[in-house]
């Protein structure tokens, strides 16, 4: 008798953990399937917003910065400031081993216009880093309204990290679409759909530290950003 009540006490407990696991699994299930919906709600509701961005129709600010990561954004940010939609540009994250005159014959740019009007950043390692090195450069020469030129999949954490770093300072979206997502389907181009995730991934983790009020890094390579003056 007593080897039998043993074995139903251990079936008993085993019967008990069994129930547990599957509630715990079952609870998981849940908490898993919650996170992708909100994840996926959020990811369609930034890829919307992300086409939706339009360069405004009449571009005008103080000055303008581009954050680097392609030759793209840089003529355009260029073009912009010989239309005189601003009076001065930064160029953000510019690699230390590129010059400003490698710079000036891919925009086929004139030198008097690089050597007047153009400034280049080589501290910023990543975007905060360009919101740090954009942020010292506006308190030095006093803007109170900056056109900022990056990809339309980038701009929103462009505009988050800068707006961070800059508060009072009015910041003018002027996306360069490298991708139409409104006519094209997108979610069947696997670089584009990648491309995207990964910012809205950047985006989220960029959002949250906003609400926890973390600043990690300054995102320059070392010491205070270090921004060529036209001319230099």
């Not at 008993?12 to 996170?35: D, E, M, N």
């Not at 992300?50 to 954004?73: M, W």
């Not at 506006?138 to 030129?149: A, K």
Request: charged share 20%.
């Amino acid at each position: 008798m007593a080897e039998r009540g043993k074995w139903l006490e251990r079936a008993a407990r085993r019967r008990q953990s069994r129930s547990l696991l599957r509630k715990v699994l079952r609870r998981g299930f849940f908490v898993l399937l919650a996170f992708l919906t909100v994840f996926i709600a959020g990811f369609l509701q930034f890829a919307d917003t992300v086409a939706s961005l339009q360069p405004p129709a009449t571009p005008k600010a103080d000055a303008i910065v581009v954050l680097t990561g392609g030759f793209q954004r840089i003529d355009q940010a260029v073009d912009l400031l010989k239309l005189g939609a601003g009076k001065r540009l930064l160029i953000s994250g510019v690699h230390p081993s590129t010059t400003r005159s490698q710079i000036r014959r891919n925009t086929q740019s004139s030198a008097d216009l690089f050597k007047c009007c153009v400034d280049i950043g080589h501290a910023a390692i990543d975007t905060i880093g360009n919101a740090t090195e954009t942020s010292l450069w506006i308190r030095n020469r006093g803007y109170r309204t900056i056109l900022v030129v990056t990809n339309n999949y980038h701009m929103p954490r462009s505009l988050l990290e800068l707006r961070r770093a800059r508060p009072e300072t009015e910041f003018i979206a002027y996306p360069v679409v490298n991708s139409d997502l409104k006519t094209t389907n997108w979610l069947r181009n696997p670089l584009v759909l990648k491309a995207i995730l990964l910012e809205y991934g950047k985006y989220s983790v960029a959002t949250l530290r906003d609400v926890m009020g973390a600043r990690w890094t300054n995102g320059l390579r070392s010491g205070p950003s270090h921004i060529a003056p036209a001319g230099e």
